[in-house]
């Protein structure tokens, strides 16, 4: 009996400690899991942080080219914009040169090889009359004007007066394009029109309106090309004045001018005084009778007292 009761005791403690085993065998490899399922979490983790993190980059980096290029296109908008701008510039010049018809000479060449013109041209006086002076008006391509204006200054002897205005007619321009190309549409429209119109009334009418709209045309266009050929070709006026004048001295003379110098100088002083004779005798005319009336009575007294003393 009590050798059943030893071993039922022996059987249930192992039982008891069988039991313990698995439990925390079971515990060690629920805990192993969970580490394990930990470390993979971080992993993943990890793993998304870094993708996270190099798609901002990757972002970053290509926001960053985006506004490189919104830069880039619209710096290049604005030298496209800039470029074609419509500008009409004008300058007037006033400067002075040894000679004019050289430097005027000079001028013409100088607009002739840019590909500009002569508009207008003017002198007044010159070698015999004194200092010359004149005007030239010239048109010069836009791309030459700025170079042209500095070889005029460079030119000449001294600069009194420079200046350079410009007028935008952009706006203007842009708009008479918008109005063109309606025109045209409309124009379009009108003459198919008249391709599918039978009646005669409806030909009159649609080429009345065509006529009218062609008018406009071309006063769109004659205005168009007017505004561009003054952007085309800058005005620039020149006026010019002689300063070089060599007045020529007594010293310089030769013999012969000085003779006719001298003989001048003669003639000069004798009309002078006989033209100072001349004003003092008619200028004291009634002084000059008194005293004349004067004289003559003492005369006639002392002439005729002497001869009475004669005849005694």
Not at 172 to 184: Q, T
Not at 204 to 220: C, M, R, T
Not at 225 to 235: F, G, I, M
């Amino acid at each position: 009996m009590k050798k059943r009761l030893f071993m039922f005791i022996v059987i249930t403690v192992s039982m008891l400690i069988a039991g313990c085993s698995n439990e925390s065998g079971n515990n060690d490899s629920s805990a192993d899991r969970a580490s394990e399922e930990q470390a993979v979490d971080k992993n993943e983790s990890f793993t998304t942080v870094d993708d996270a993190s190099r798609g901002q980059k990757k972002a970053g980096t290509e926001q960053e080219k985006g506004n490189d290029s919104k830069d880039k296109a619209a710096s290049k908008s604005k030298k496209t914009a800039d470029a074609d701008r419509k500008v009409i510039y004008h300058a007037n010049l006033h400067i002075e040169v040894n000679n004019y018809e050289k430097a005027a000479a000079d001028i013409r060449k100088q607009v002739n090889e840019r590909g500009g013109y002569i508009v207008e041209s003017s002198m007044q006086g010159g070698a015999e009359d004194g200092a010359a002076s004149g005007q030239i008006t010239a048109r010069i391509p836009q791309k030459h004007f700025r170079e042209f204006i500095q070889l005029v200054e460079d030119g000449s002897k001294k600069v009194v007066n420079s200046s350079i205005s410009g007028q935008d007619v952009t706006e203007e321009y842009v708009d008479l394009k918008s109005r063109l190309e309606s025109k045209r549409v409309v124009e379009k429209r009108l003459l198919s029109f008249m391709e599918q119109a039978k009646k005669t009334e409806d030909l009159l009418d649609i080429s009345e309106d065509l006529a009218k709209v062609q008018e406009e045309i071309e006063q769109i266009t004659g205005r168009m090309n007017y505004l561009q050929n003054k952007v085309d070709l800058a005005t620039v006026t020149i006026r010019m004045e002689e300063k070089n004048v060599t007045i020529t001295s007594e010293e310089d003379l030769n013999t012969w001018e000085k003779t006719k110098q001298q003989l001048m100088k003669s003639i000069n002083f004798l009309l002078s005084a006989f033209s100072g004779l001349f004003v003092f005798i008619i200028g004291n005319l009634p002084v000059l009778i008194i005293l004349g009336i004067i004289g003559a009575a003492v005369y006639w007294i002392i002439r005729r007292r002497w001869k009475n003393k004669r005849e005694e």
